[in-house]
C-alpha cells in the first residue's frame, strides 16, 4: 500500500505497560503512548478478560482409575489488568523467594509428590512455608472459576452418553456456557475473549478444536454464537495463568470425591466459584452454576 493511500487512526494500548502513583501520570501515559497504525488492518477488538484452562483426571471411559474416577475441566477467567499487574508480579516473587529463578513450571502433581524440582519441599518447615505463600497468592488472587466434575463410573451406567460426545466435550459445553453467561455480565460479549488450553497431542487438540468451534458456532445449550478463541500452548510454557489453572483443578475433585474430608485448597477455591448471587454471595450457591456435576446429583 503506498504511503499516500495509508489511512491512520489512534490506538490506544488496552493496558498500559507500567503502573503509575497518580492518575495524572497515567493519563499523560496515555497521551505520549498513543501511536498512528494503518486502518486496515487494525487491532482485534479484545474482551478484559482471559480465561485459562486445565483439566484432572483423564476423559476415557474405557479405563476407570478406581482411586480417581472423575473427570475435571476448570476454566480460570481473569480480569487482565488484575492478572498483569498483581497477579504474575506476585507468582514471580514467589518463585525468585523460593528458587531463585522464575523459570520454575509450578506443577501440583510434582508439588503434592515433593519431586523433581520441588525435592526440597520434603524438608517439612520449608513444605508449610512454600504451602502457606502459595496459599496466599490463591486466596489474592481475584479470578472467576467456572468447573466441571464427570463422575466416569456414573456417567458410563447413565443414558447420557452419545456417540458423538465424550466427557471431555460435556464438560467443555457447559463451562463455555458458564463462561458466556459471565462476559454478558461484565458486557464483554461484543469483543473476542482469549481460552488458553495445554497441548495433549495432535490427535487429541484436533479434536477439541473441532469441538470448541462446532459449539462456538451455534451447537451449543443456548443457540447462540460464542465470541471466543482457543489458543493452544506448549506444555513447557511458562505461564502464570496456566499454572494457577493446574493448581485448582485437582482439589475439586478430591471435593468431589470426599466431600467429608479438611481440604484447605478448596476452601480457598469455593470463594472463586461464579455464583448466583454475584460478590455477595461468595462460596455460596454455586452448585449446578460455577460448579456442575454431571450425571447432576440426586
Known sequence: MSQQNTKSQKFKPQLPLFEFANEDKLHEYHAQTTTNVTANPKPDNFSDYVVYVDESGDHSLDS???????????????????????????????????????????HEHEIRKKKNAFTPLNNRALYQCFMHDLSQIMTRSNFILVACVIDKDKLKNSNIMTEDNNPYHLALGFCLEGLYDFLAEKQQLEQKTHILVECRGKKEDKALELEFRRMCTGENRKKLLLPFEMVFVNKQANSTGLQLADLVARPIGINYLRSNQQNQAFEILKKKFMCRGGRQCLGKDYEDYGLKVIPKIK
Open 64 to 106: 476407570i482409575n478406581p482411586d480417581y474416577p472423575v473427570f475435571v475441566l476448570a476454566f480460570t477467567i481473569f480480569h487482565k489488568r488484575h492478572y498483569a499487574e498483581k497477579i504474575v508480579p506476585a507468582v514471580e516473587k514467589f518463585k525468585f523467594n523460593y528458587f531463585g529463578h522464575d523459570l520454575i513450571v509450578l
